[in-house]
């Protein structure tokens, strides 16, 4: 087999797996991938990316960012800023001068680079890469408005980081041809605008065709991609580097037009995201040299400690001083600052060039830059989620329910779980069908669940499941099919089955799991609940007998949920029955002849909630607010 293809595999089995058992443990992925590319070049040789793909390797990594900067673009939609409290044009405008010039401060006294090289370095610095703050937001539960800053902070300055580079170098180059800082500015300027329009009119252009149908659904995904690279290209063309502003600008553009033809385009940019990030965090650690790391000095770990508790911290404050954000929030954002996949790439890039020019700091960048990369990896990586919780910034755990319809039995479901301590909000986009639970206390949310708005109002991070209950199974699938990218297949269920082969019954790709492993419909639960049935709760000691003792309830009834010891939910259905173990929770459905037995017991009312939020969004109708768990 050709050697290149053993290499390209292993690369993907070894960044893909790190993803994986990030997952599975909770650990930073982009340590993970770091780790693995370290163990597979350095340590054992399996992979010699410079040897592996020669000249290859420089280009291939730059259009994997292009493609990344273009998702992370496509993440951004404009409503988020207006959650920033004006934090994120702070951060560009007043924090990049500001950390550039604290930067190259440090470089120059602390690295004891020489100016130019200091001047070049700390403008790349400015970046905290998407490639390693996106992955942590989504494996860290952080609140909405410093995980809307990091991310806004962290796509809009990448390119930004890049352009600063180039206006140093660029001064470097023409000094010695007798142009002035003036002119060689004027140029870079210009040459930025020109990227920005170039990634803005492709954009247009896109938003202009695909609607109209001048491009087959099936090449649409495609024809966008080849898009993405062709407008980097053609940007670096005209000036290198300013192809990362042009598919940024790109991105943001395309996600505010609401395109529908985005919604097909979403899923597939998140997967050739996934390997694309994996890929080559572990080709730039692979190729890592050990003789590069011989030449960090002791002066550069001071170095990364002012980076790190100095520069960054200082560039925040300075930046959001007088502003709306919370001292907490601040604090938060001033210690998280990963350095990414760009950081490392611009700086090879331009190490090599600076050698041209005669500068020989340019050769100790690449160990500098690696060593930023893993100690900022490592130390926000490994603490984002110890400070988001001590300073109070933690996201909802995740792992309420969110209940799409407001029937009778379905609001008999929101007090059992709400009796079990489990976390529930009930959607309905009738005011009048949600009285009853506001009678109750029980979070509601009024407006229609496939709302665009529903993501600006209601934090879909607080649920683990979805349960729609509504009259119209119909709609209860439509609601499950939308959901289940976001919160996972797996974790959306509704009420009614798949009814087996009969021709004339939504597939299964089109619909959520089945509530109960009988697959009872919407008049199947509203019958029985008319009939007085009930919920219950067993408090599982001994597994042998509670399974006998539910086998014995009506094929039509019995275990619904199942809440184990670590407060994560599993739902019985038709397809997959979670197995109890000794000290976890089942809520079963019962007939009223059957509410008290040895291994399960009538679930007692709830009581208060005291973990709601006011919704800031205020309806249509004019009515008051909704309380949103």
């Known amino acids: 087999m050709n050697h290149l293809a053993i290499v390209l595999t292993l690369v993907g089995l070894l960044g893909i797996g790190a993803q994986w058992i990030a997952w599975r443990t909770g650990l930073p992925a982009i340590a993970l991938m770091l780790i693995a590319g370290l163990i597979a070049g350095p340590a054992t040789g399996l992979i010699h990316p410079e040897e592996d793909f020669g000249a290859l390797l420089e280009p291939a990594i730059s259009l994997a960012v292009a493609v990344i900067l273009f998702e992370g673009g496509l993440s951004l939609n404009l409503r988020e800023l207006r959650h920033a409290e004006g934090a994120v044009h702070r951060l560009v405008l007043v924090g990049v001068p500001v950390g550039w010039v604290l930067g190259a401060l440090a470089c120059y006294y602390v690295a004891g680079l020489v100016w130019p090289v200091a001047i070049l370095f700390a403008g790349i610095l400015v970046v905290t890469g998407p490639t390693v703050v996106l992955p942590l937001l989504r494996q860290s539960s952080v609140a909405a408005r410093p995980r809307a800053i990091l991310k806004w902070e962290a796509i809009v300055n990448d390119p930004i980081g890049a352009l600063c580079a180039v206006v140093t170098y660029e001064v470097l180059r023409q000094a010695g041809s007798g142009a002035t800082i003036i002119d060689s500015l004027a140029s870079l300027v210009l040459a930025a605008i020109v990227a920005g329009l170039m990634g803005y009119g492709v954009a247009r252009l896109l938003g202009w065709a695909l609607p109209r149908g001048y491009v087959p659904e099936y ?10 690279i062709g407008t980097f290209v053609a940007s670096n063309a005209i000036q290198q580097e300013t192809g990362l502003l042009a598919v940024t600008v790109m991105g943001i553009a395309l996600a505010n037009m609401k395109l529908a033809s985005l919604r097909d385009f979403l899923s597939f940019k998140e997967n050739i995201t996934i390997i694309l990030v994996s890929g080559v965090f572990v080709l ?62 611009i700086t090879g890039l331009f190490a090599l ?23 900022t990896i490592v130390a926000h990586g490994f603490t984002i989620g110890f400070f988001a919780r001590a300073l109070g910034l933690t996201a909802p755990s995740g792992r309420g329910v969110l209940i799409v319809g407001s029937t009778r039995w379905s609001l008999s479901l929101a007090r059992a779980l709400r009796g079990l301590g489990v976390g529930v909000t009930i959607s309905d986009n009738s005011w009048q069908r949600l009285t ?91 019958w029985r609940e008319r009939m007085g049935w009930t919920f ?35 739902m019985f259905s038709h397809a997959s029955a979670p197995t109890p173990s000794v000290g976890d929770t089942v809520l079963l459905y019962v007939p009223p002849d059957r509410v008290e037995d040895e291994f399960w017991h009538a679930i007692p009312a709830p009581e208060e909630a005291t973990d709601g939020a006011t919704d800031s969004a205020a309806d249509g109708a004019g009515r008051p607010q909704e309380t949103i768990a």
């Open 436 to 526: 009853a639970a506001r009678a109750e206390g029980v979070p509601t949310y009024h407006g229609e669940i496939l709302a665009e708005a529903t993501e600006e109002r209601l934090d879909l991070l607080q649920f683990g499941l979805l349960a729609a209950t509504a009259e119209n199974e119909a709609y209860n699938a439509l609601v499950c099919s939308e959901f289940a990218p976001e919160l996972g297949r797996d974790n959306v269920y509704q009420l009614g089955d798949a009814a087996g082969d009969d021709p004339r019954s939504l597939p299964d790709a089109l619909r959520g799991r089945a509530m109960f492993r009988s697959g009872l419909g919407v008049e199947d639960v509203a």
């Open 536 to 570: 219950a709760a067993a408090n599982v000691e001994d597994v042998a007998g509670f399974t006998a003792a539910a086998a014995t309830l009506p094929e039509e009834g019995g275990p619904l949920l199942l809440l184990r010891k670590d407060g994560s939910l599993r």
């Open 219 to 228: 090449l649409k995904a495609p024809v966008i991609l080849v898009a993405v």
């Open 353 to 375: 060039r600076l050698d041209e020019l005669g500068y020989g700091d340019g050769s100790t960048l690449v160990a500098l830059s690696f060593a930023v990369v893993v100690a």
């Open 284 to 345: 730039l650690s692979a190729s890592l040299d050990l003789s590069v790391l011989r030449q960090f000095e002791w002066r550069f770990g001071l170095f990364l400690f002012a980076l790190l508790f100095l520069v960054r911290p200082a560039t925040v404050l300075i930046s959001l001083a007088f502003s709306r954000i919370p001292w907490r929030e601040r604090l938060f954002i001033g210690w998280i600052a990963p350095r990414g996949v760009v950081a490392i790439a």
